[in-house]
């Protein structure tokens, strides 16, 4: 490539090609740059995720449909018809359950896949060099398609509650909208800034997939996704808030449907939570990626 | 001018697993006796190397199996960090390890060359000029929609080769590229690594292959166990590596070692290569006897015991044999198998030796087996008559995977009888 750019002999060896390799990664900022030097491959480890997720199936990409919305489909039956939660501001329970599951569902798998991700690209990071920290971002990728899914599914549910119970139930004004991107930013970057602890972890101790898996399950059940606030007495409400996600789960639901309270506080808390938990992510995986790679 | 220089560069890995959390806290917990035992071994896969490459040379990397020559290549191509010193290089880097840099076996190789191009910054309208450039050197026009799960290994290097070396990058890291493919293109390769070195690409050249390295290689570095032992000419260095007796054990419980060498029945310990006369050596010559020798444990009382040896070469099957009669272990015990492979047998190749021990139990069959157990080359040199004599006949230095001397015999028959047309 930079063939043609030879310089003279004798002249300073400070040519812009000029690489070091040394046991301490480099320094931020050159790091920061050459993952924008590699930005394609954001794209690359995304598209090679979700096809390999569906490769050597019957249905095919049919499945991307049928993962997200099957299990929407049974906890709106069990939670919503069986057991009659009610929600909340005479929201159908459907619409209440999809708008929790699926930020829940972003945030969980999110986090699951990027957890996995070095595992399963092992073959590509003990071959050829890129910054290590695209593949657990890319493979998020997963998640982002079946959440779109999911929402694709929720705006035709608006559309059948519109034409048969003539209710709008969406919360359309600009503020209600922002408040919704703002949750799934923060629920994302919670994932990653998780993800980038676990996933160097799991290449090291398989254990931390299936632990991970449980404490996910927990997680869901601390979280007010199938559950309106309302149904925890007042004064454990600080207890559930501790948990973070659980403010911005709220935050998503007041965002989508104009139900329950939008705490800005607890969203604030959540905001600077995530923030320390990726800086120190960062720092982590960029601390350990090498070794991880060599223990894989 | 420098195109690479290496100061003090050295890798360390743990050949233990270190132990986990859990373990330390139970560690932690009381049994301070366990600690001590569980502390990770530390290996020195490089240690203290230092030496500057000049642009435009063809490096050859010899030494014998463990001395480090990939950890080494690894290491350049950041694919693994080292543990200690520094290394400052200009230009693009096109690493060729393990055969395939990256290659996707569920793609075509047609999107493989179009991602691997777009991996290293071709514009999409360069890609299809460089696609056709690709195919050519590497013969695969036929195949251009084929997934590569379906390539011959030899396809699949020849492929992976040609992307590379169509990047034309300032470093091309190339570890073992002729151990697979046919000759026609080795040679090619070949010649194309000399036109690039001439072109001022500098090639790291790692390979078993000592004619191929002398024809090549400007300059040839020889490390053994870690250590750069030997710097200078081809003809020096590899005539000095030639004439030494390498002793390398193979223990097992080494990283990288596949199959499963441990049951409850028992294991295979160590698996080692002889010279004729028992000493443990790492490298043969064509003429001379050499043995293989597999230790190995039987734990259950009254198990026969049968050894299997598969030898691999360039990709294929050489042979296998087994030893003939099982033995039964009366009493559990530690047993050893040697086979010995006559002389003017092994062609100068690379051979991977697969070590498997069948175990019968009160009728019932268990397999312990060791892939890739041993690694060591058959070399004959231009001294050798047998070798002389192929080469002078094919005009190609390259033999197969076996190059026995047998019985020939040649005979008069009869008068010439000239046939009425």
Redesign the interface.
């Known amino acids: ?3 043609s750019n ?2 003279a ?1 004798g ?1 300073l ?1 400070t ?1 812009a ?7 301490r ?1 480099r320094k931020f900022v050159s790091r920061v740059r050459e993952v924008w030097v590699y930005r ?2 954001f794209i ?1 480890f995304g598209k ?1 995720a979700i096809e ?1 997720l569906y ?1 050597n199936t019957a249905l095919g990409k049919l499945w991307i449909f049928i993962r997200p919305i099957f299990p929407i489909a049974i906890r709106a039956l069990i939670f919503g018809g069986v057991l009659s939660v009610a929600s909340p501001g005479g929201v159908p329970y459907f619409l209440f359950v999809m708008v929790g599951s699926s930020i829940w569902d972003l945030f969980s798998s999110c986090l699951s896949w990027s957890t996995r991700s070095l595992q399963v690209n092992r ?8 910054p290590r920290i695209i593949v657990p971002v890319a493979t998020m990728a997963i998640a982002f398609v079946n959440f779109l899914i999911m929402m694709g599914v929720f705006i035709v549910a608006l559309v059948y509650y519109r034409v048969t119970s003539g209710q709008l139930y969406l919360a359309a004004t600009p503020a209600h909208l922002g408040w919704a991107l703002a949750a799934l930013l923060v629920a994302v970057t919670m994932a990653l800034a998780v993800g980038l602890w676990t996933s160097p972890l799991n290449a090291q ?1 398989r254990d931390v997939r299936f632990t991970l898996q449980y404490v996910l399950e927990f997680w869901a059940l601390l979280t007010p996704v199938m559950y309106p606030l309302s149904a925890v007495p007042e004064k454990y409400h600080w207890i559930v808030f501790i948990n973070p996600m659980a403010g911005v789960v709220q935050a998503f639901k007041w965002g989508l449907l104009g139900i329950e309270e939008l705490n800005t506080t607890v969203f604030a808390t959540d905001v600077a939570i995530t923030l320390v938990v990726l800086a120190s992510g960062i720092w982590y995986f960029t601390s350990v990626e ?1 070794q991880a ?2 223990r894989i | 001018m420098d195109s690479i220089s290496v100061t003090g560069l050295g890798k360390c890995y743990r050949t233990n697993k270190a132990p986990s959390p859990w373990q330390q806290l139970m560690a932690r917990l009381g049994r301070k006796g366990e600690e001590s035992s569980r502390r990770p071994r530390e290996l020195w896969a490089l240690k203290d190397v230092s030496f500057s490459v000049k642009r435009g040379t063809i490096l050859g990397v010899i030494g014998p199996n463990g001395a480090g020559k990939t950890t080494l290549l690894k290491i350049l191509a950041r694919v693994t960090p080292p543990t200690e010193g520094r290394i400052v290089g200009y230009g693009s880097v096109a690493p060729l390890l393990e055969l395939g840099a990256g290659l996707q076996p569920d793609m075509t190789a047609r999107e493989n060359i179009a991602m691997y191009m777009t991996w290293h910054g071709v514009s999409r309208g360069e890609i299809d000029r460089r696609l056709d450039e690709v195919v050519a050197f590497a013969e695969i026009d036929q195949f251009l929609d084929t997934p590569l799960k379906r390539f011959s290994s030899g396809m699949y290097v020849r492929l992976a080769f040609s992307m590379a070396v169509n990047m034309q990058p300032d470093v091309l890291l190339a570890d073992e590229i002729l151990a697979v493919g046919d000759l026609a293109f080795q040679e090619r390769c070949l010649q194309r690594v000399q036109e690039a070195g001439a072109a001022g690409m500098t090639v790291f050249f790692v390979s078993h292959d000592m004619a191929a390295i002398q024809r090549l290689c400007d300059r040839v570095i020889l490390l053994n166990a870690g250590q750069l032992v030997m710097d200078g000419t081809a003809e020096d260095v590899v005539s000095h590596y030639e004439q030494a007796a390498w002793t390398v054990s193979s223990t097992a419980g080494k990283g990288g070692r596949k199959g499963n060498h441990v049951s409850e029945h028992g294991r295979i310990v160590s698996v080692r290569l002889l010279s004729g006369d028992g000493r443990e050596i790492g490298a043969v010559r064509h003429d001379e006897d050499v043995q293989i020798s597999a230790t190995f444990t039987v734990l259950t009382p009254g198990a026969t015991a049968r050894a299997v040896i598969t030898l691999n070469a360039r990709g294929v099957i050489a042979f296998r044999t087994a030893q003939p009669d099982e033995v039964t272990a009366v009493e559990p015990g530690v047993f050893r198998a040697n086979v010995r492979i006559p002389s003017h047998l092994l062609a100068d190749t690379i051979y991977i030796v697969k070590v498997g021990i069948l175990l019968t139990i009160d009728g019932a069959q268990s397999t312990l087996s060791m892939d890739n157990a041993l690694v060591f080359r058959v070399y004959a040199d231009h001294e050798d008559r047998h070798k002389s004599l192929l080469t002078l006949y094919h005009g190609s230095s390259w033999s197969g995977v076996v190059m026995p001397r047998l019985d020939w015999q040649v005979t008069r028959e009869h008068d010439v009888v000239i046939a009425p047309v």
């Open positions: 490539m930079s063939m030879d310089t002999p002249a060896q040519r090609d000029e690489w070091v390799i040394e046991p990664g394609r491959l690359y090679r390999r490769r073959g590509f990071l003990g071959r050829v060099y890129f101790y090498g790679i060599d």
